[in-house]
């Protein structure tokens, strides 16, 4: 139910009905989702299975994370890369899933939530449904259902559909003093279909084609822009493109694009 509760969030401050403690709050709960996906010691399809996740042993509350992904596998309650060792939950829950992470790409979060929120919906939205009910529940064709009304919702301008190139926006342009103490530059926003890798946990949804010489940038599976190297001499102008691809492995690229970091 996190995704409800955000998208609620999301309304009342965008309404401006939060209070003060709304943004507060929703960095918390925004948190918790994020985290779920990038914990190293938690499987994330525990939290994109629509199950809920175990936050207390039934006499207490859990006060550390790594506590979570324990009582999971004392309850035999893990999922496999596969999604079929245990019932993935319901689709309308996986979507509601991924509708969330991709929103939070454009919410009033700060700025290294919002990279591993959109990093988090590029590898929930590579998986590849298998099994003969289609698990996990993200094809194009299953975001309409008996909850459409919220868990088919899309960033303003994207479409879940993978047959639609995403475009990465024009004359984006990012500065190098304004990074984040983990790295982060800016996120590389797109347009048209969601990114999507070739294959599960892949990272080639967005792919950096020109840079300075020594290749001191990288990108993160779901455009995060960081340094990983000695500083350029600036500006610094990337060429890049984000891609995604059909369940049958065919490849919809979007155009190269040239964004632009300034000192």
């Known amino acids: ?31 918790f989702r994020i985290h779920s996906f990038h914990s190293p010691d938690f499987n994330w399809r525990n939290a994109a299975t629509g199950k809920g996740i175990h936050i ?18 004392q309850a035999k309650d893990d999922m496999n890369a596969q999604w079929n060792s245990t019932s993935p939950g319901e689709g309308d829950w996986q979507r509601n899933v991924l509708a969330g992470l991709a929103l939070m790409r454009d919410a009033p979060l700060p700025l290294s939530m919002r990279i591993k929120a959109a990093d988090a919906m590029v590898l929930f939205r590579s998986e590849r449904p298998v099994g003969p009910k289609g698990h996990p529940r993200i094809t194009p064709q299953a975001f309409f259902g008996p909850f459409e009304h919220l868990n088919s919702l899309c960033p303003y301008g994207s479409t879940w559909r993978w047959d639609v190139p995403p475009k990465i926006r024009e004359g984006q342009v990012f500065r190098l003093s304004d990074r984040t103490p983990e790295g982060y530059i800016g996120l590389i926003l797109t347009d048209g279909g969601l990114p999507r890798a070739s294959k599960p946990e892949g990272m080639d949804a967005f792919v950096l084609v020109e840079q300075p010489s020594g290749k001191p940038f990288e990108i993160t599976r779901g455009g995060g822009l960081r340094l990983v190297g000695p500083p350029p001499r600036l500006p610094a102008r990337l060429r890049v493109y984000a891609t995604t691809y059909d369940n049958d492995g065919r490849e919809y690229r979007g155009p190269t694009i040239e964004v632009t970091v300034l000192d």
């Open 1 to 31: 139910m996190t995704s409800f509760v955000i998208y609620a969030l999301l309304d009342a401050i965008h309404l401006g009905v939060a209070g003060p403690n709304g943004q507060a709050f929703l960095e918390y709960v925004a948190g």
């Open 56 to 73: 207390g042993d039934g006499e207490r509350l859990f006060t550390r994370w790594a506590e979570a992904p324990a009582a999971h596998v």
